[in-house]
T-cell receptor
Framework: GAVVSQHPSRVICKSGTSVKIECRSL??????MFWYRQFPKQSLMLMAT?????????EQGVEKDKFLINHASLTLSTLTVTSAHPEDSSFYIC???????????????FGPGTRLTVL | GENVEQHPSTLSVQEGDSAVIKCTYS??????FPWYKQELGKRPQLIID?????GEKKDQRIAVTLNKTAKHFSLHITETQPEDSAVYFC?????????????FGSGTQLTVLP
């Protein structure tokens, strides 16, 4: 199957700093990637849809100025948590479809996730 | 937008017994329904999926059924084993344009007791 990587896997930062998380499709090109946030013992909540070469689409309630998304190439999307606070501590996961498998292929491939802890 | 409800939130079964998890969805345009297994701190792993033109799909001990009219789908695990213990999520596509975003259910913590 297609492979999606994320970096870093874990990050601890001080309150007020910014953290960048990378999501890469390793063996396919992804025009669209998705960013999810998962709090402990909760479900995956879609934060935004990252579109290559254009602005991301944010879900209701997600601050676009706080969670900056850049999708500058077909294999890389980045999520930057700006001015992080303890309540931003969470598990962040990205995913992507492989459009090269055809329009009827629906499976999404998930990255391994990034555990963010803000002190 | 799409709304997916999942029940139960926790499920304990004896090893060898069957487990059933149920989900309902709201958007009649949804056409793809995957099930994921997630172990603590790991990424969700696709275990089975079904499309809206199919009523049932089976893969060894795992099966999924879909009732489009009622807008619900279920995961069936037979002959459960301790390694089946994990959190299971159902999901459905919501298709604004061609984005194919997934909407997840709230999850079911399955515990298989030896």
């Amino acid at each position: 199957g297609a492979v999606v990587s994320q970096h870093p896997s874990r990050v601890i930062c001080k309150s007020g700093t910014s953290v960048k998380i990378e999501c890469r499709s390793l063996d396919f090109q992804a025009t669209t990637m998705f960013w999810y946030r998962q709090f402990p013992k909760q479900s995956l909540m879609l934060m935004a849809t990252s579109n290559e070469g254009s602005k991301a689409t944010y879900e209701q309630g997600v601050e676009k100025d706080k969670f900056l998304i850049n999708h500058a190439s077909l294999t890389l999307s980045t999520l930057t948590v700006t001015s992080a606070h303890p309540e931003d501590s969470s598990f962040y996961i990205c995913s992507a479809r492989d459009p090269g498998r055809g329009p009827s292929y629906n499976e999404q491939f998930f990255g391994p996730g990034t555990r963010l802890t803000v002190l | 937008g799409e709304n997916v409800e999942q029940h139960p939130s926790t499920l304990s079964v004896q090893e060898g017994d069957s487990a059933v998890i149920k989900c309902t969805y709201s958007d009649s345009a949804s056409n793809y329904f995957p099930w994921y297994k997630q172990e603590l701190g790991k990424r969700p792993q696709l275990i089975i999926d079904i499309r809206s033109n199919v009523g049932e799909k089976k893969d060894q001990r795992i099966a999924v059924t879909l009732n489009k009219t009622a807008k619900h789908f279920s995961l069936h695990i037979t002959e459960t084993q301790p390694e089946d213990s994990a959190v299971y999520f159902c999901a459905a596509t919501s298709i604004p344009g061609s984005a194919r975003q997934l909407t997840f259910g709230s999850g079911t913590q399955l515990t298989v007791l030896p």
